[in-house]
C-alpha cells in the first residue's frame, strides 16, 4: 500500500484490506478486466493504451472478483454503465464493502464502496487515454468525492456467487 493515507475511520476489515492492495498503481485506460483473471493484481494489467494499470471498471470488476463476490464466468469487460445495470439501486448510506458506486451522466465512472462513507478505485483521466498526472491512480476517496455521484448499488443476484 505504500504511502497511502488511510482514513482513520476506515475499519481494515481483510475485504477492506483486499481492496486496498493496488493502492497507487496507475490508471490504465482499458486495464483489468475479469478476462485476465486475477493474473496482475495488484500491480495491474496492460490497458489499451499499452500502459500497466487499471481502468474504472476494470478495478471494480477485479476487486469483486478478489473478494469472492463476483461468478468469473457471469460477464467480461463491462464498462460502468454495464456494471450499473447489474446492480440493483441502494441509498448510499447503505453501501457495504464491495458494493458499487457511479458517477457522471452519462454514466461512465465506478468506484468500489469500502464502508464507512469511503471509496476505492481507478481514478483517471476522465477519457480514453492513459492519465499522467500522479493522482491518476487506484485511490481512496470518499463517497461523495465527486459533485456527480448517481447511484450507488450490489450486484445483482444472477452475477454473484451462491455463496457471497
Known amino acids: 500500500m505504500g504511502d497511502a493515507v488511510i482514513p ?3 475499519v481494515l476489515t481483510p475485504s477492506v484490506v483486499a481492496l486496498l492492495e493496488p493502492l497507487g498503481v496507475p490508471y490504465s485506460w482499458g486495464a483489468g478486466a475479469l478476462r485476465d483473471g486475477l493474473a496482475g493484481w495488484p500491480a495491474g494489467v496492460p490497458g489499451v493504451g499499452g500502459g500497466v494499470g487499471y481502468d474504472c471498471s476494470g478495478y471494480a470488476q477485479l476487486a469483486l472478483l478478489r473478494l469472492g463476490i463476483v461468478r468469473p ?21 447503505l453501501a457495504e464493502p ?29 477519457s480514453h487515454t492513459n492519465a499522467d ?23 445483482k443476484a444472477q452475477y454473484r456467487r451462491a455463496d457471497a
Open 73 to 93: 464466468d457471469a460477464w467480461e469487460d463491462l464498462r460502468a454503465v454495464d456494471l450499473a445495470n447489474a446492480s440493483n439501486p441502494l441509498a448510499a448510506e
Open 98 to 126: 464491495g458494493d458499487l458506486v457511479f458517477y457522471a451522466s452519462p454514466l461512465n465512472h465506478v468506484m468500489v464502496a469500502l464502508g464507512c462513507g469511503m471509496v476505492v478505485g481507478a481514478a483517471g483521466g476522465g
Open 133 to 155: 498526472s500522479a493522482s491518476a491512480c487506484v485511490q481512496v476517496r470518499p463517497l461523495h468525492y465527486r459533485a456527480d455521484l448517481v447511484t450507488v448499488g450490489r450486484l
Open 8 to 10: 482513520h475511520r476506515l
